[in-house]
């Protein structure tokens, strides 16, 4: 069983960035795909950013429109992390962001909740105007 951890959450300003981490239990997070995703009060959870496991020294990644160019995910295997750098945030940003990993280390549909097999606690993110 892995568990996984948010952290890096917090309340800022419109414009600031924030860093999350996620930290995953035992040997076999470099295996995992990682994806983040978001729930927004009154909001369905929505799928933010994904990152596979590396295969041939590579790693792909996805994002979902609203983020992308101010959202990056990366992982460090050695540290069992993934990280999502948040940049330029704006107040639609605000959710509770969560973790999750696939035990296959990759998929096609990374937006999907149902391909993801462990998920965290999440962690607040509020961004005020």
């Known amino acids: 069983q892995v568990q996984l951890v948010e952290s890096g959450g917090g309340s800022v300003q419109a414009g600031d960035s924030l860093r999350l981490s996620c930290a995953a239990s035992?040997?076999?997070?470099?295996?995992?795909?990682m994806g983040w995703f978001r729930q927004a009060p009154g909001k369905e959870q929505e799928f933010v950013a994904y990152?596979?496991?590396?295969?041939?020294?590579?790693?792909?990644?996805n994002y979902a429109d609203s983020v992308r160019g101010r959202f990056t995910i990366s992982r460090d295997n050695d540290k069992n992390t993934v990280y999502l750098q948040m940049n330029s945030l704006k107040p639609g940003d605000t959710a509770v962001y969560y973790c999750?990993?696939?035990?296959?280390?990759?998929?096609?549909?990374?937006?999907?909740?149902?391909?993801?097999?462990?998920w965290g606690q999440g962690t607040q993110v509020t961004v005020s105007s």
């Open positions: 990152v596979s496991a590396v295969a041939w020294g590579v790693t792909t990644t």
């Open positions: 999750a990993g696939n035990r296959y280390g990759t998929t096609l549909t990374p937006e999907r909740r149902s391909d993801y097999d462990y």
């Open positions: 035992g040997r076999t997070f470099r295996r995992y795909a």
